[in-house]
């Protein structure tokens, strides 16, 4: 997905919600709590990028990934475009 997206000229992050420790006990894979607050740190992240200041951010998440996509983007609903 990320590839059709920058093939597009989309810019995208592509990155792990749990280390690979977390990963391992399946309780965190399931925990959408935790997986929207990783979402919510990698906004802030973006956020504090000057080279990235005023570009519109959009989630995307399969499983539990757009669990998680749609609670961070109604937590910070003025921060998501898509």
């Not at 997206?5 to 990963?23: I, K, N, P, V």
């Not at 391992?24 to 080279?51: K, P, Y």
Request: charged share 25%; net charge neutral.
């Amino acid at each position: 997905m990320a590839e059709m997206l920058q093939a597009r000229r989309l810019g995208t992050l592509l990155f792990d919600l749990l280390s690979e420790t977390e990963g391992r006990d399946r309780a965190n894979v399931f925990d959408i709590g935790l997986l929207a607050n990783r979402l919510l740190q990698a906004m802030s992240w973006l956020r504090e990028r000057r080279d990235l200041n005023g570009l519109r951010v959009g989630l995307f998440g399969a499983s539990t990934g757009a669990a998680a996509a749609l609670v961070a983007a109604a937590e910070r609903p003025h921060e998501v475009s898509a």
